[in-house]
């Protein structure tokens, strides 16, 4: 949540956990679209980020990442979700499918989808889950 180019804006981000939860799922990692997500963040050693996290890896079913903004955590996290054999769902922007990295949506293990809408974001998570 720290990287990337804001090609998202926060509010549009913390809609995402509302439209995986109305389809059933927990989220683990809610607090990073709360308003405060970066003030409660810089409280904590980046070591203690990096074990929460990883922790959440190794307690999830799935993981669903957004990636429409470059992030090299998020990008880590992808990589780990799939060395420990999570299913993996990289959603973004239409707007940017040029730009979204090559390696990711080649890597085994990883589906990615693009989404315009809520609607269409709702669809592509109820289609990777079911």
Same mark, same amino acid.
């Given at each position: ?76 996290? @992808? ?8 299913? !993996?769902? #990289?959603?973004?922007? &239409?707007?940017? =499918?040029?730009? @979204? ?8 293990? !990883?589906? #990615?989808?693009?989404? &315009?809408?809520? =609607? ?11």
């Amino acid at each position: 949540m720290r990287g990337g180019f804001g090609r998202v804006a926060q509010e549009e981000l913390r809609r995402i956990p509302d439209i995986i939860e109305e389809l059933g799922m927990m989220v683990i990692s809610r607090h990073q679209t709360s308003e405060r997500f970066m003030e409660s963040e810089f409280q904590l050693t980046d070591k203690a980020i990096h074990d929460r996290d990883y922790g959440w890896l190794n307690d999830a079913d799935l993981v669903i990442a957004e990636i429409t903004n470059p992030s090299l955590g998020v990008g880590a996290e @992808i990589a780990d979700a799939v060395n420990l054999g999570i299913p !993996v769902l #990289c959603v973004y922007k &239409s707007d940017y =499918e040029d730009q @979204i990295s090559a390696y990711i949506r080649g890597k085994a293990g !990883v589906v #990615c989808r693009a989404y &315009s809408t809520d =609607e269409e974001l709702k669809e592509e998570i109820r289609g990777f889950m079911f």
